[in-house]
């Protein structure tokens, strides 16, 4: 026979632990009881190169190569290779052909990633294609 007083009680049993749960289980996503949470930081030491080449026609070859030689090198903890965004803004400098960037989590690793010979035989064909890079590194010293 059905009881509804130990069916309404098992209910609200499994409501109180489904709670308990959420709680002890703390936030999750990227708010937080309307609190918005930081991202995560993708790497402590971020190396960022922008190529102007001689003939922007390259520019998905130079992605390409940056994609299959540059981001299975061991240590490299994020990566992207990409375009400038035009997004009408006119303080940003979109006066590049291709943005790189790479991630490393210290030093030894990113020593590694410069000489690793995939990044010496990248930088030795285009070289002569490029017009100008900047290269950029930055130091995340952030807990």
Do not use: Q
Not at 13 to 27: M, N, P, R, Y
Not at 119 to 139: S, Y
Request: with cysteine; net charge negative; proline share 4%.
């Amino acid at each position: 026979m059905f009881d509804r007083r130990s069916f309404s009680g098992a209910i609200w049993l499994v409501a109180l632990l489904c709670l308990i749960a959420l709680g002890a289980s703390g936030c999750c996503g990227t708010r937080c009881c309307g609190i918005a949470a930081a991202p995560s930081r993708p790497a402590r030491i971020n190396h960022i190169v922008f190529f102007k080449l001689k003939d922007s026609g390259d520019t998905g070859e130079l992605i390409a190569d940056c994609d299959e030689r540059l981001s299975i090198i061991p240590g490299v903890v994020s990566y992207y290779c990409g375009t400038h965004l035009d997004a009408g803004r006119s303080n940003v400098d979109g006066d590049y052909d291709v943005g790189f960037y790479v991630g490393f989590a210290n030093e030894d690793d990113y020593r590694g990633y410069v000489n690793h010979p995939n990044h010496i035989a990248l930088v030795e064909k285009w070289k002569p294609r490029w017009e100008w890079i900047r290269v950029h590194d930055v130091l995340d010293e952030t807990p």
